[in-house]
């Protein structure tokens, strides 16, 4: 994922098919996965069970509805226009904050399922096919999502 | 973000006295967590409080090292409005009472 251009309100990046195929795979798969084993919310100081269970019931419907979002802009011909090397996928500023908070979500939601790993992958990984794997597989493909936007949107 | 859900109000101290509470404003505080990245959270809060690059990293670096910092003192609706802002990136926050 590279940012082929920018400007205040919006950039442009360039996905290779198979960056396209894996950002719809996190936001299908990987969103569906942390609603049939959803990760729980951080101990906060300050904030009771009862308000972070209804604090996470509503940022559960946002991050549902962004990677859905998400989804259609990768899907839609006139955002996500096919070029020589891939697509150039254009999103608005806001598209771009989405894209973060949705990415780090996913992150976070996998490392909480695979235990709360000190390390950032488990070493040795998972056997292939398994749960555990995919969640590796989601923590670190989301990671390098995540570096690349913030890469791109960072530099001045 | 398309979502025109209500937003749960953030759990605060009693109030013994509002009007005093109100006048003195609110503190919103990032609390350290083991897994969000330093660049992502300073990008959060140039996004969120719109910070130059090294005021966000002073704040970033206090979470980190010391376990905690306290982002900006507001009245009630701001401060409301930046723990959610802040709560859409994961990271954890919360407001407080001023003292």
């Known amino acids: 994922m590279k940012l082929l251009s920018r400007e205040t309100d919006r950039a442009v990046w360039l996905l290779d098919t198979k960056e396209r195929e894996g950002l719809l795979f996190l936001m299908g798969t990987g969103a569906r996965r942390r609603e049939v084993n959803p990760a729980k919310g951080f101990d906060a100081v300050g904030i009771e069970d009862s308000d972070e269970t209804e604090l996470e019931g509503w940022l559960r419907e946002h991050r549902n509805s962004a990677s859905l979002e998400i989804s259609d802009q990768l899907n839609d011909p006139e955002l996500c226009v096919r070029r020589r090397g891939g697509h150039a996928w254009t999103l608005l500023h806001g598209q771009s904050e989405l894209l973060l908070q949705v990415l780090n979500e996913l992150r976070i939601s996998a490392w909480k399922r695979l235990g709360q790993p000190p390390e950032v992958l488990p070493d040795p990984l998972p056997p292939p096919g398994t749960d555990d794997y995919i969640d590796c597989w989601i923590m670190e493909t989301a990671s390098i999502f995540q570096s690349q936007l913030l890469q791109g949107l960072e530099n001045e | ?99």
């Open chain 2, 1 to 99: 973000m398309s979502s025109t859900t209500e937003l749960p109000a953030p759990k605060v101290d009693d109030l013994s006295d509002p009007k005093e509470i109100h006048d003195r404003g609110y503190l919103v505080l990032c609390w350290d967590d083991p897994v969000n990245l330093m660049p992502y959270v300073t990008h959060v809060f140039r996004q969120t409080f719109g910070w130059d690059r090294e005021r966000a990293e002073k704040h970033m670096r206090e979470v980190h090292e010391i376990g905690k910092s306290v982002l900006v003192r507001d009245n009630f609706e701001k401060a409301e409005f930046y723990v959610h802002e802040l709560q859409k990136y994961s990271l954890t926050a919360t407001l407080e009472p001023a003292e």
